[in-house]
């Protein structure tokens, strides 16, 4: 049998969430997320969220401040922020990068404020 869920996204026309993520492929079990040159900007508010995340830097710089933790992302980097770690991102530098979410963030208002 032909396997039909096989689903291609172009980024130029997905879906933008509330905070500027535009929302990729997403998956019955996981999904992705672009965040793309997002300007530099103090942190916000830390907040903790019902998924895991693991992301990876395409370009800029930004601190990931994590349970009284402080993690400098750039270039090349990954990182994982686990479910329900408290967490918030300083932008230092026009930053691009590309995460995935487990459960989909997209999905059942996980990624609301």
């Known amino acids: ?7 291609k996204i172009n980024s130029h026309f997905s879906p933008k969430g509330e905070m500027g993520q535009k929302y990729l492929a997403t ?5 992705m997320r672009l965040w793309e040159n997002e300007q530099p900007s103090e942190a916000k508010e830390a907040t903790a969220r019902a ?4 992301g ?9 401040h994590i349970e009284g ?18 967490h918030t991102y300083r932008i230092l530098e026009a930053f691009t990068a590309v995460e995935a979410t487990h459960p989909p963030a997209n999905i ?3 990624d609301e404020g």
């Open 51 to 54: 998924y895991e995340t693991v």
């Open 108 to 110: 059942h208002g996980r």
């Open 69 to 86: 933790q402080m993690v400098l992302l750039e270039p090349g980097d990954s990182w994982v922020v686990p479910e329900g770690s408290s």
């Open 27 to 31: 998956g019955k079990t996981m999904s």
């Open 56 to 64: 990876f830097v395409v370009s800029g710089r930004a601190e990931l």
């Open 1 to 7: 049998m032909t396997d039909t869920t096989v689903t």
